[in-house]
């Protein structure tokens, strides 16, 4: 007997053993309960689409919805916002496969959403990052999110800050080490340098181990997996096929995410591990020994925090935190660093004060760097960041422009009335940070990189929620002023010892808006030096 044969005898005696024994009423009422729940199903879809039909959406395809434009990605980035603006003013449906996700990027219905955390929470929205970051601060709602933001905050505490300024710069030096062998040579990418640089810090600063526990092979390979684990979140939202879990764990995708899981999981765990001993060990030796002071800031308050029902946090709750942690802090900054070099890089007249352009513009980064940090090559202090300001304006445009998380979401807990429209329940919200600050509304001749958008002058007249590149409310960054302090930093390092040059046009940049915003053929630039 062949195959096919085969199934159609077991598909057979499937049939009858469950419905050849029914009675015909049996048989009756389960095909008018599934008539019933087909039409039940049929309405509510109905009903929810009606909810929807009065915010504007781009014609699409019947079951792929935009998947297939999506998929394809953008001419240009100018036309995909050209779109947006044009089309659909200030929100927009755009459906991925059969499901509709509302884009928003106007500020007052971002104030909306962002203030309402309680009635409009992260909710399911996150939930293709859990095989990475768990249940961590960045996904979790509720007494959960409270308890473990309790910790973290205490660690970008101002006071806290400025004890991680001697691992700044220290990682600055060294990869000014690193852009030496660079100098006077062309065009190079400055990715890796920059992800490995922000991942020291955050080694330092949050784990408080050096860098040199790490072969550079292992520092590159962390990077890369962080960058790529961002890759395949994105691509499960975009792919609808792929949200399923049953058709996600079958897929190839799964399996190269769970290989970079891998290399993740194992180099954070062996740093917890280490530390956990040593703490045990400094804890257990003598009393008076152990300095209440000197403990390190985030890892080992949670290895002496307990939860809300007594008990201490797992491995598992403190490894999802880490992880968060050097995701959410090392992609951030390391895109940040990318495009205000690769902006700078362009902009020649910003970053350098000849004598004849500083007539026209005075304040240039590198006069403002002169002028603080004379000629020496000395360590930066806080202080010091404090007199950063046109410096601050060039980085607060960049995040304008390129703003490191694109978008953020949110979904209803039930349905937000708004009077033109409505959000309705467990529809997901995605907040667009980048066409929010390329809306023409705020922002004039919006995609031209103007730092003067930010002198204190202009920073007055903004709408509140027009510019986000941090979120608001109480879901806002916990690591801004941290990002802040960091990327001062390294650009004062960079800059002051470099002139940085760019050969592309900002229009010509290829950009990958994934989980961050990324310039596709990486951040290139070439460097010379300066004295
Ligand atoms: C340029 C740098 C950064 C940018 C642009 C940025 C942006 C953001 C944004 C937009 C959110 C909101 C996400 C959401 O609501 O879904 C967020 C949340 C968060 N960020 Fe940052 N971030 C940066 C750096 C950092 C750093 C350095 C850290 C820590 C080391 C950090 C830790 C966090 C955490 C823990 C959250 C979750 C907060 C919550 O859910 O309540 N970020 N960040």
């Known amino acids: 007997m062949d195959l096919t044969a085969k199934i159609i005898k077991i598909v057979d005696f499937m049939g009858s053993t469950i419905f050849g024994t029914f009675h015909i009423r049996a048989k009756m009422f389960i095909y008018y309960s599934i008539a019933v729940l087909l039409v039940y199903m049929i309405i509510k879809r109905k009903f929810y689409l009606s909810k929807i039909k009065s915010i504007p959406c781009k014609k699409s395809l019947p079951l792929f919805g935009h998947t297939l434009i999506l998929l394809a990605g953008p001419k240009s980035i100018g036309n995909l916002v050209k779109t947006f603006q044009q089309e659909c003013k200030r929100i927009c449906t755009v459906w991925f496969g059969p499901v509709p996700c509302i884009v928003v990027y106007n500020a007052e219905d971002m104030q909306t959403i962002l203030r309402n955390s309680k ?6 929205s996150y939930n293709f990052l859990r095989p990475w970051l768990g ?14 933001k309790k910790i973290l905050v205490q660690t970008f505490h101002k006071t806290n800050l400025l004890d991680f300024l001697p691992i700044f710069n220290d990682n600055a030096d060294n990869l000014i080490q690193n852009f030496a062998k660079h100098v006077g040579k062309g065009e190079f990418a400055t990715d890796l340098y920059l992800a490995t640089g922000a991942m020291f810090n955050l080694l330092g600063t949050t784990l408080g181990v050096h860098r040199d526990i790490l072969t550079e092979e292992e520092a590159f390979n962390y990077s890369l997996s962080v960058e790529k684990m961002g890759e395949f979140v994105f691509t499960r939202n975009i792919k609808f096929w792929l949200r399923p879990d049953i058709f996600f764990y079958f897929s190839n995708l799964k399996k190269k995410q769970d290989d970079h899981l ?8 062996r740093v917890i591990l280490s530390k956990k001993k040593e703490f045990d060990e400094r804890k257990s030796s003598s009393i008076t020994e152990f300095d209440e002071n000197k403990k390190v800031l985030f890892l080992e308050n949670f290895f002496s925090a307990t939860k809300l029902n007594g008990e201490p946090f797992t491995l598992k709750e403190i490894k999802d935190e880490v992880m968060t942690m050097m995701f959410a802090g090392q992609d951030t900054t390391t895109v940040t660093l990318g495009f205000v070099l690769s902006l700078l890089g362009i902009h020649q007249d910003v970053q350098v004060s000849m004598h004849f352009i500083e007539l026209l513009f005075n304040n240039k980064v590198y006069k403002e760097l002169e002028e603080i940090l004379g000629y020496s090559d000395r360590d930066i202090n806080y202080e010091d960041t404090q007199k950063m300001v046109y410096l601050e304006q060039v980085i607060k445009e960049t995040w304008r422009l390129y703003p490191p998380i694109n978008s953020i979401m949110r979904v209803p807990i ?59 409310g109480v879901r806002k960054c916990i690591g801004s002023k941290y990002a802040m302090l960091v990327v001062k930093v390294f650009l004062a390092k960079i800059l ?3 002139r940085v040059i760019c050969n592309q046009k900002q229009r010509d940049f290829k950009l990958s808006l994934q989980l961050t915003v990324r310039r596709k053929e990486g951040f290139l630039i070439s460097l010379e030096p300066r004295k």
């Open 119 to 124: 009635e409009i929470p992260k909710g399911q």
């Open 135 to 148: 249940e961590s601060i960045l996904i979790s709602d509720g007494q959960k999110f409270r308890q473990n």
């Open 262 to 269: 891998n290399i993740l999981n194992n180099l954070t765990e």
């Open 414 to 472: 039930k349905d937000i009335n708004l009077g033109q429209y409505v959000f309705p329940k467990g529809t997901t919200l995605l907040c667009s940070i980048f066409l929010l600050h390329r809306n023409e509304e705020y922002y004039h001749d919006s995609h031209r990189f103007n730092p003067e958008r930010f002198n204190s002058d202009n920073d007055k007249n903004r709408p509140p929620y027009s510019f986000l590149p941090f979120s608001e």
């Open 496 to 498: 002051s010892q470099y």
